[in-house]
């Protein structure tokens, strides 16, 4: 089942903003000329469009733990622009934004792109996800990223994570 195509609908600059415009401009181009799956973040299909226009596989920042087999990692880079894309649990965006932090910290990437989906979005993606199942549809985000809770959290914690950082929110068009 394809959606409506998909846009670029919120966009929030942190600490200035990716250094990188015409990146941003072509991945926000090529969003809105796919067709999205319903289950566009299952299948990845965003980080696929992304490695599109030139973003690598995903990187691993640090690995970690006794066994080492622990890893911080994010989703790509593209010269010296880091990515993250993120749809899943909130709470791990914070692992993600750290692992950012960290390439930016260490001089490998200048600024960076999260990728999330708006409130309004999350919502309606999970609503029409729990119907096709035949299930009960929440009336939140339940717990799932959006990009108004990721904006927030950047702005609480913006004098740890420094990174110029441009946040954009995923909207169907209508």
Not at 53 to 65: A, C, H, K, N, T
Not at 92 to 109: A, D, G, N, P
Request: contains cysteine; positive net charge.
């Amino acid at each position: 089942m394809v959606t409506d195509r998909m846009r670029v609908e919120k966009q929030y600059q942190h600490m200035g903003g990716a250094s990188n415009p015409s990146v941003i401009e072509r991945v926000k181009q090529v969003i809105s000329n796919e067709e999205f799956a319903l289950n566009y973040v299952e299948e990845g299909q965003v980080e696929k469009i992304c490695r599109m226009v030139g973003f690598s596989d995903p990187l691993i920042v640090r690995e970690y733990g006794e066994s080492g087999r622990k890893k911080l990692r994010v989703s790509g880079s593209y010269g010296d622009l880091g990515l993250q894309v993120w749809f899943s649990n909130q709470h791990y965006l914070f692992k993600f934004l750290i692992s950012l932090q960290l390439l930016y910290t260490e001089r490998k990437i200048s600024s960076a792109i999260l990728i999330t989906s708006t409130k309004d979005e999350t919502i309606d993606r999970i609503r029409r996800i729990k119907l096709s199942k035949g299930e009960r549809p929440p009336k939140s985000t339940v717990n799932y990223c959006d990009f108004e809770s990721s904006v927030a959290q950047l702005r609480a914690v913006e004098e740890v994570i420094t990174i110029p950082l441009t946040v954009m929110g995923l909207q169907e068009s209508v």
